[in-house]
C-alpha cells in the first residue's frame, strides 16, 4: 500500500496536517541535542525520510540511516538529497539489519502503528540501541480526550479519504491510515509497551490539542 501512494505522500502529508508534520517534525528533532557528538541515528519505517532530513537540517553532523519495507518510498527519500546524506535501506523494523547496540538513537516517525507486531519491534530498537540511547517516537495515538474523538472520528474520516481520492488516487489507503488510529494504542498502553520493551519515558509532548504526540524514552 505504501508502495502505491509513494508519489504523492509527502504532498499528502503536508496537506492533510496543514502543515504541521514540518513542525512537529522539527520539534522532535531537538532530541538530537541529548546525544554524543556525531551521532549514529536510525530512522525507523522513514518512508521518504522527511523525518530524517528534518534531524539532518537541525544537526547537520549526525550519520543517519533510514530504513524502510517499502522500496518506492525509498527512492523519492534518495532523489531528495543528491549528497546522499542519508542512507536509505530497504528492511523490516522487525529484524533490523544491524549489529546490537549500534546507534546512539532511533527515531521513528508515524511507523509503529502500522507494523503488525508492536513489541518485535520495539526489542529490536532497543537492541540495536547502545545502552543509554534514545527512542524517539512521532504517532497519532488512539483518541482518548474528546477533541481527540471529535476529529479521528468524524472530522478526519469526511476528508482524509476524499483527499486520498483526489490526489493520490487512492480512497482506500487513506481510509486504513486514519482507521489505524481508532486501532492503536493509547497513549497510557504505548508507555507501558515501552516500559515492558526496557524503555523508560524522558519527555513527553503533545501536538495540536493531542492530534499527534511526541515521546522520548531512554534504553535502560
Ligand atoms: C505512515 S508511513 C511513515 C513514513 C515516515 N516515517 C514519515 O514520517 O512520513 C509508514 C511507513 O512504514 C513502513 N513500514 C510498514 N511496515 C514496515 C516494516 N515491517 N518494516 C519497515 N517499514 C515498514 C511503510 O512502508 C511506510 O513507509
Known amino acids: 500500500m505504501f508502495g502505491r ?29 541529548r546525544l554524543p557528538h556525531a551521532p549514529r541515528i536510525l530512522d525507523l519505517c522513514t518512508g521518504t525520510g522527511d523525518q530524517a532530513y528534518a534531524v539532518l537540517r ?3 553532523g549526525v550519520r ?18 543528491r549528497e546522499g546524506r542519508v542512507v536509505f535501506l530497504q528492511a523490516s523494523a522487525l529484524r533490523l ?19 503488525p507486531n508492536l513489541s518485535t519491534a520495539l526489542k529490536e530498537a532497543r537492541r540495536v540501541l547502545k545502552p543509554g540511547g534514545l527512542l524517539i517516537v512521532l504517532e497519532f495515538f488512539k483518541p482518548t480526550g474528546w477533541f481527540e474523538r471529535l476529529f479521528y472520528e468524524f472530522i478526519a474520516p469526511s476528508y482524509v479519504p476524499r ?14 491510515l486514519i482507521g489505524s488510529v481508532g486501532s492503536f494504542l493509547t497513549i497510557s498502553q504505548f508507555h507501558e509497551a515501552l516500559e515492558n520493551a526496557g524503555f523508560v519515558l524522558v519527555a513527553r509532548k503533545r501536538f495540536f490539542f493531542g492530534i499527534a504526540h511526541g515521546l522520548t524514552a531512554r534504553c535502560q
Open 5 to 33: 501512494i509513494a508519489p504523492s505522500y509527502d504532498a499528502l502529508n503536508h496537506i492533510l496536517s496543514f502543515g504541521m508534520d514540518i513542525v512537529w517534525r522539527s520539534r522532535m528533532a531537538k532530541a538530537v541535542r
Open 58 to 60: 537541525r544537526s547537520p
Open 64 to 81: 543517519i540511516t533510514g530504513i524502510d519495507a517499502a522500496r518506492p518510498m525509498l527512492t523519492i527519500g534518495r532523489q531528495k538529497d
Open 97 to 115: 539489519p544491524f549489529r546490537g547496540g549500534a546507534f546512539d538513537a532511533c527515531f521513528c516517525a508515524f511507523g509503529l502503528r502500522n507494523l
Open 163 to 176: 483527499l486520498g481520492s483526489w490526489l493520490a488516487g487512492d480512497a482506500a489507503a487513506y481510509r486504513y
